[in-house]
């Protein structure tokens, strides 16, 4: 390789730079060049970016006249990434003199630029899993890729993770498959990584043929990390619940003057415009110079605060996830995490926002928004110290996203049922996948299920005359193409002020509930609402002081399971005073009063808290396993119980426990609790358990959407759904009355096991419990454990009461 | 569940339907018979058995009630002319001997030849009897009797103190007018508030129960 001109010209242009590669960029270079396909994992701030980009580059430096057409495809998770890496590719091709196009297409794509792809492909297109789908669902597209080398999925961690990771997975079988056809098997695909727990994992997912050329290049670099806790004077100050933590914010000003440019992230969108207020109530000075940044955001809006970043106009931003990757701002040098960011990945991929150039050490503070976050600060500083660092499970079987793929292709030039099953049968998500499955799913695209039950004058995919199945009524096609994507919202808004100009996305939801005059906060401005016109929400500025923010349903993240058990032994550590975190020191009194009023629990304890008050009878338990693993618990513990006398439960959980909340009196002693929490009959409980719970109804949602069987509208746009206004539940219904064998509707279980379950996970908690002292209190009230999980609302039930009996008790109390 | 609205006997029965034995007329509101098909029509697959469900439903209210009349209160049909049309008009010869009324709502915008040809009879806005006014949406009634209208699909939240909250369809009965629960199983609902002085009647899977 270093003989090649190629090499040549990027290392002598690297060097009027005064800079030379990294070994990880060389090693990629060289294995792309031999023709491998692979993961590159490096931290964030070695320029990733230039590891296969660079490959590419070189190889077409190498041949007397580059290749024209799409050479490149780079698929980013994130809108705001795509417009950083293109300025950087744009440059480097600028100062080679390489005659390449790079263009970027997805959900901000203007449609004139969309035309212009159209009749000239970009040599680069940086473009994401969604659009890459919807360009496969355009006539014509398969001739698109003809000439393609390579395509990466960059911050493939990200993606791993999620349906999305899947739309990518079967694009790349579909482009694999077109260029087969061609005689052309070429194509080398790469994935760029931060480190996760299960990186080799993560290249089998990305190159699943197990006769590929394929290796994982790592960059022998270790980021430096400091990381500092944003401590109250006394623990008063901080709330035992709730997710605010606007106490500490005036700790967070000279922070912020201190620095060149602060990012501070914020879990979910309604906070973030709350801290915004916040921010400029007790410090006016910094009106107009800081910015918030999240995914409800108008482009225009975002665009600017995107350049106002780099260019180091703002002294703060306040961002969601929506800034959270690889996007490189250099005046940043500090980053602030206010609240728990619930995994330690996600935690170093934030802190790596800052200090962003090689061999810069990143800064990050945590600000913690109740107090037991303290502790959660101590165990992400111990686990980031050891490098404990998450899997992220990849999707397998996933229906819903099988059959909107299929259907995709179907609006597009069509597919050949044969040949795309065996595309789908390489790929990591769909290897397992049946005959009779595969039969089952082209059945419900084509006659709308099983031949069994009857579904006549059902449209959607027919066999054209040239053998490949397609979609004819151009108003599904319409209709399917508004919808492409995994990521389901309720439907949103867009908000206009009168005068013109757009602020943002609001959900339709939270519209419905607002009267002409009201205010609300987008955008960290006031507004008052107007009307609603054609789809947009009509807002002036308001004169008002305070106003409500929208609540955004998005999805909270579960405690990990790595940050979980480090947690259960920082509880330990508080009142042994044995330990080195200063975090520690200051919650101690906390925990003072849970020892007082309950008990602390041990690493080798399960606490259980029985409570009676106005509001019933309360069962708190704290196996400290994260939101997801405590639902089924909860469930299956309810079902437990409620198999010894007839009782109805609501179930609510945070990341350390669950209660349970029954109008009648609990049985619990010593023997139940250990019966309860038994791992004897896990499997057939849990069925029992979840089956009578709306957990798989709940999952049903998103996957009718993906499937395309509840149309949710799209952001802005308006279009005619004349008499098809239906919900994912009413689906739920039917399927479940009436068509058992739907695989939509096995997903939905299968997802509440496997996702949501965990169920080794489960398992190995359950395991731990019956090894370990449960300890069983009767606090008076409520205790410092309790009390969060009591302000969380998230709400299941789970009955063992028949119904009518249930109703005439409730009747009773309510009516009395 | 016999109630007396003015005067007259109401029967409610929990196949989403009451009956009046004065009348002796059956009223059931929002059939949306053809929405299954035209679900599937638009590439969404729903059974035809969701249809089939429904008239089975009805056949027996009418084999149990034996009623000269049947009177439904609109939207009777979801959409365009499919097929299920045309099974409900076999399914229809079953019942010759009852007098089909329509009090057209919002959905019935099939051409009259249909209805013509079905042997239903066509009222709008409204059809009333002695005590009566039958209209599909409340919100149009001009009558000044006691208006009994569908439409809106309603149903009800019952919560308890521990926070459990089941919702089911519904009757209203309020002071001047009522809402009768969708027939249909294949519609969604919403949601009603209740006054102090109206009444409201919960269909669960096995009973009616006032709450």
Known sequence: MQKTKGYQQIISWLKTDKRKPFDFQKDTWQYYLEGYSGLVNAPTGFGKTFSVFLGVVIEALNQDRPAKGVQLVWITPLRSLAKDIARAM??????????????????????????????????????????????????????????????????????????????????????????????????????????????????????????????????QLEKKIQIKSILPDKIETLPWAGHLGLKLAHKLIPIIYKSKTTLIFI?????????????????????????????????????????????????????????????????????????????????????????????????????????????????????ARENNIESREPFVMIFDTLIQYLVTLAVGDGFDDKQTYKEIKQTNAFKELLPNEWAWVMQFITSGGESLTAYNEFKKVVKDEDGLWKVKSRQIAMRHRLHIGTIVSDAMLKVKFLSGGYIGMVEEYFVSKLK?????????????????????????????????????????????????????????????????????????????????????????????????????????????????????????????????????????????????????????????????????NLAEDITLSINSTEMARRKFRDIACIAGLVFQGYPGKYITNKHLQSSAGLFFNVFNDFDKHNLLLRQAYEEVFYQQLEEPRLAAALNRIQNSNIVITYPKRFTPLSFPIKVDSLRANMSSEELEQRIERMKKEVFK | MKISVREEEIILDKERAIYLPKEQLLAISDLHLGKAAHFRKAGLAVPNIVSKNDLDRLSELLEKYLPKQLLINGDMFHSDYNTEIDEFAKWKENF??????????????????????????????????????????????????????????????IYNKAKQRLKFPCFYFGEDHAVLPAFSNFTGLQLVKAKETDMVFAITPTKIVKV
């Open chain 1, 90 to 219: 744009r440059e480097v091709l600028l100062a080679i003199g390489l005659d390449w196009v790079v263009g970027v297409r997805n959900g901000d794509t203007s449609q004139a630029e969309k035309l212009q792809q159209k009749k000239t492909m970009p040599e680069i297109l940086l473009i994401t899993p969604e659009s890459l789908h919807l360009l496969l669902a355009q006539k014509g597209s398969s001739s698109l890729f003809k000439n393609l080398k390579c395509i990466v999925a960059d911050e493939w961690h990200e993606l791993l993770g999620s349906k999305r990771g899947v739309l990518v997975e079967l694009a790349v079988s579909r482009i694999k498959g077109i260029q087969k056809t061609q005689g052309n098997e070429m194509l080398r695909v790469w994935g760029i990584s931060a480190t996760i727990g299960n990186i080799q994992e993560a290249l089998d997912v990305i190159v699943p043929e197990e006769s590929a050329k394929k290796i994982i290049v790592r960059a």
């Open chain 2, 96 to 157: 010759n001997e009852i007098n089909f009324i329509l009090v057209k709502g919002n959905h019935d915008q099939q051409a009259e030849e249909v209805y013509k040809n079905l042997a239903v009879e066509v009222y709008e806005p409204n059809y009333q009897t002695d005590q009566f006014c039958f209209i599909h949406d409340v919100a149009h009634c001009r009558s000044n009797l006691y208006a009994i209208s569908g439409h809106i699909h309603p149903g009800i939240s």
């Open chain 1, 267 to 383: 879990n979910t969108r309604g906070q973030s415009e709350i801290w915004y207020q916040h921010l400029l109530d007790i410090e006016p000075d910094l009106a107009g110079r800081i910015a918030i940044h999240h995914g409800s955001i108008d482009f225009e809006l975002r665009n600017w605060i995107e350049e106002s970043l780099h260019s180091g106009l703002l002294k703060a931003v306040i961002a969601t996830s929506s800034l959270d990757l690889g996007v490189d701002f250099k005046p940043v040098d500090t980053v602030v995490q206010i609240g728990s960011p619930k995994g330690v990945a996600r935690f170093l991929q934030r802190a790596g926002r800052s200090g962003h150039s090689p061999f810069e050490t990143s800064k990050i503070y945590f600000l913690p928004t109740h107090a037991l976050e303290l502790v959660e600060a101590a165990a992400i500083k111990e686990a």
């Open chain 1, 516 to 680: 002409a005059g009201d205010s609300f906060v987008l955008a960290g401005r006031i507004l008052e609402f107007v009307q609603i016109k054609e789809m947009t929400v009509m807002v002036r500025r308001s004169k008002q002081k305070k106003a409500i923010s929208p609540s955004w349903l998005g999805g909270r993240l579960p405690l990990s399971s790595n940050l979980g058990a480090v947690l259960r032994k920082k509880y330990n550590e508080v009142l042994d005073q044995a330990h080195q975190d200063e975090e520690l020191d200051i919650v101690q009194p906390l925990f003072k009063i849970q020892e007082e009023r309950s008990h602390v629990p041990k690493s080798d304890e399960l606490l259980i808290e029985m409570i009676n008050n106005r509001e019933g009878f309360h069962l708190f338990a704290y196996p400290f396993e994260g939101r997801l693993v405590h639902e089924i618990l909860g469930a299956l513990v309810a079902y437990r119980l409620s198999k010894l006398i007839p009782i109805t439960f609501s179930i609510a959980m945070n990341d350390y426990g669950f209660e349970l909340l029954s109008d009648i009196e609990i049985p619990m002693d010593d023997g139940i609790a250990y019966e309860v929490f038994s791992p004897k």
